[in-house]
């Protein structure tokens, strides 16, 4: 009975761990990759456009390059602000790179791409090396996030050390170097410079079956060389656009390079900027009849934010301008501006505010908000402490809180967008809420707080603890009725000892107490006669 009864609450109490298991299960749709133990997609960085065959895919760059006052470099770095990308089978990348007076190619920089299982592989140093004639040389890359997190700036140099080898550097950090020399590939063989070419300041999408790719932009500056002697910026850039290695060319290049006004070897690459035409001077750059304007940017709140850049187009003429900064930017002279995107998170928030050259300041209201949270039982809508809320803007970074004595919390500026906002509450269910925002909303999250668990968990146990103690008395009652019968047997006395009155057993001659001798002991009463039946002889005398 016991071991029925064990069992019986051994069977309830799976039900309930099974229960609260089906809870967690259906309240963590949302998995975050750590990252950890992710392998690249070894997928080629193209080399700046060449007379290789054309392959099935397209390579796309975009960037900045120099003259012929850059020949002859031995060495090239450029700074680089990370970005996220929303990447599909290709990958993204942002570089500096030269081909090679023996023909040969280098670069170095960081890319997005894709896991070899899928995932995002996101803002990892790599470096790539092309010998003439060709080789199958996949580049290095870096672990994930070792070029992160977004909005970081990097430095990013190639140098050649001596013997036609080159190496690699992240922030002044060696990262790797070159193959040596030898028979098969001879990249080193007289490579000790870019011989009649430039270096360049590139964004690519790579190995791209179509031309639909969002790229950053991502913000390139400060791109200087060395030749034969010390570092110095690179005198003069140019756009350089379209193809790749071994790009397809039947689609057209959708992405555009400028300038940051009025900043030499500043500039932007990537989706949603205005496409040059071809070897257009982006620096030096010179501002005509200028004119000084601040640029306040506030949220639907009044509180201040900070565009990562902005376009402004001259109503007069259709000129675009690009800014990344906004106090005192000098800007052409003109009667009106448009500002047709400001970029925040990700998120074009500012489209068609109208701004004027006469005024000093300006202040812009963008599509920025914030969004109160409540987080509540799903019960009884009690609020919920010390919980906490974390979610992913559209640009990959993340915004964490927990909730104060009242379940309350705000998310601060956000854009417009779709968020998966991750409850985690203290001794109950993690749970994830989705949502998709314009504007300024209210928002109550349901969860299974402890009270909502204990409604869950403690019906079931109070039932399996009733019928323990209902199976407990049903034992004790079938126990209470059974015939009971001694566990010893019960001896009888023979005789009682005639001095002290102990009994006697059978084999007791003296009295093991005082020493009387059984004989002078009296007998034990004999047991009641049977009558004596009237045919049976009468008993002797």
């Known amino acids: 009975m016991r071991t029925r009864t064990f069992r019986i609450a051994l069977v309830i109490l799976t039900v309930i761990l099974s229960l609260q298991s089906f ?66 089978n290709d990958a993204h990348s942002y570089w500096v790179g030269t081909l090679l007076s023996t023909g040969g190619f280098v670069q170095v920089g960081y890319l997005n791409g894709l896991s070899t299982t899928g995932q995002t592989y996101c803002c990892a140093w790599f ?35 001596g013997n036609g080898v080159w190496s690699f550097y992240m922030d002044g950090n060696l990262i790797g170097k070159s193959p040596l020399p030898s028979a098969k590939n001879y990249l080193g063989a007289g490579a000790t410079s870019s011989g009649n070419q430039a270096p360049a300041g590139i964004a690519e999408v790579a190995q791209a079956t179509d031309n639909k790719d969002i790229i950053g932009p991502a913000e390139f500056r400060d791109l200087e060389i060395r030749q034969a002697g010390p570092w ?7 756009s350089h656009c379209c193809y790749g290695y071994s790009s397809q060319t039947g689609l057209p290049n959708p992405y ?17 900027i205005r496409q040059p035409a071809s070897s257009t001077t982006l620096w030096p750059t010179s501002v005509l009849n200028p004119t000084q304007l601040t640029f306040n940017f506030i949220d639907h709140s009044g509180n201040p934010f900070t565009p990562d850049w902005i376009s402004l187009q001259d109503q007069s003429n259709g000129n675009v301008l690009y800014y990344t900064s906004y106090q005192s930017q000098n800007i052409t002279r003109s009667n009106t501006y448009k500002i047709n995107y400001a970029y925040w998170h990700g998120v074009n928030v500012v489209n068609g505010s109208l701004v004027s050259s006469s005024a000093s300041s300006q202040t812009i209201q963008g599509n920025v908000f914030s969004i109160p949270v409540r987080v509540v ?75 909502e668990l204990l409604t869950v968990i403690m019906p ?6 009733a019928v323990v103690v209902m199976a407990l008395r049903r034992e004790q009652a079938r126990r209470a009725a059974l015939p009971i019968t001694p ?49 049976a002889p009468p008993p002797p005398p």
């Not at 079931?460 to 603890?465: D, F």
């Open 232 to 238: 110095h910026p690179m005198t003069k850039g140019v």
């Open 377 to 451: 039982g799903r019960f009884y809508s009690l609020p919920v402490t010390g919980a906490t809320v974390l979610t992913y803007l559209p640009d990959s970074t993340n915004e964490t809180l927990k909730t104060d004595s009242e379940g309350n919390a705000t998310l601060a500026q956000l854009p417009p967008g779709n968020y998966n906002l991750r409850v985690t509450v203290p001794y109950g269910v993690q749970s994830v809420f989705k949502t998709s925002v314009v504007g300024p909303v209210n928002l109550s999250i349901p969860v299974f707080s402890i009270a």
């Open 256 to 272: 555009g390079v400028w300038e940051v006004e009025g900043h030499d070897s500043d500039f932007l690459a990537g989706s949603n």
């Open 460 to 465: 079931p146990i109070a039932v399996a603890i």
């Open 127 to 161: 470096f790539e090396t092309f010998y003439t004639p060709n080789c199958d040389c996949p580049p290095v890359i870096g672990p994930e996030g070792s070029a992160g997190p977004i909005g970081s700036w990097h430095t990013y140099s190639m140098v050649h050390t």
């Open 23 to 88: 809870i967690v299960l259906s309240h963590n749709s949302l998995t975050v990759n750590s990252g950890s133990g992710l392998i690249p997609q070894p997928i080629r960085q193209g080399p700046l456009q060449t007379t290789y065959a054309l392959g099935g895919y397209y390579w796309f760059q975009i960037g900045a390059i120099g003259d012929s006052s850059s020949y002859n470099v031995d060495g090239a770095n450029i700074t680089v602000r990370t970005v996220y990308d929303q990447v599909r």
């Open 487 to 535: 566990s010893f047997p019960v001896t009888i006395p023979t005789a009682y000892c005639g001095a002290c009155g102990k009994p006697l057993g059978p084999a007791e001659f003296f009295c093991a107490t005082c020493g009387t001798p059984r004989s002078r002991s009296p007998q034990p009463p004999l047991p009641p006669q049977l009558p004596v039946s009237s045919s």
